[in-house]
């Protein structure tokens, strides 16, 4: 398994990366028609988004997604136009996605609590999924309510508390036994959700 690529949160002029998500999906591709392929061990479910507010509305600014034609092999296929916006191909930043929509400003009309993070800790980087946002310095709460932002709250803090427990609760681990392979199992799916409670 790879570490997997986190869609961003661009809010106050800095580049987030979206590490929890309160109510399922953020952004379903097939609501917009698009069927994304994962051709990257980095990316199995075929795109990145990313997200930000635009006039106290949730929007899903920028799209770079994977599309293949059916059939055999990986012919490229050109996505339809979203929000009147043409995907643009291949560039060298996001060279295994094959369609580019930039400035979407497409709304989403989510409701509840999205967690952005900021200062990834590499010591605590683990190969496998997603990174939780105990992970992360600096963690911000957003909460939304129809797509309009309701509250902001800083939880770096109490990151800092639940990241000082999973330390100490992974070294007891190590030391104690080795998992079975149910804990593995669970691992993983852990690893790949980036869903938490409010």
């Not at 869609?7 to 917009?32: K, M, Q």
Request: net charge negative; hydrophobic share 35%; with cysteine.
């Amino acid at each position: 398994m790879t570490a997997q690529i986190n869609d961003s949160f661009r809010h106050n002029d800095t580049e987030f990366s979206l590490s929890g998500i309160s109510e399922g999906e953020l952004f379903e591709p097939s609501l917009l028609d698009l069927n994304p392929a994962g051709t990257c061990t980095a990316c199995w479910r075929g795109y990145q988004a990313i997200f930000a507010v635009s006039n106290s509305h949730l929007v899903l600014d920028t799209l770079h997604v994977n599309l293949i034609a059916e059939g055999e092999g990986y012919e490229p296929q050109v996505g339809p136009q979203i929000n009147g916006v043409t995907p643009t191909g291949t560039d060298g930043e996001f060279d295994w996605f094959n369609n580019h929509y930039e400035g979407l400003d497409y709304h989403l009309e989510y409701s509840g609590g999205l967690l952005i993070t900021d200062g990834f800790i590499q010591d605590l980087y683990v190969h496998m999924g997603f990174h939780a946002a105990w992970k992360y310095k600096s963690v911000i709460e957003l909460i939304f309510a129809n797509g309009i932002l309701q509250q902001e709250f800083d939880r770096s803090e109490r990151m800092a508390e639940i990241r000082e427990r999973m330390i100490q609760a992974r070294n007891e681990d190590v030391e104690s036994k080795m998992p079975s392979d149910d804990e593995i199992h669970d691992f993983v799916e852990r690893s790949f959700d980036r869903t938490y409670r409010m």
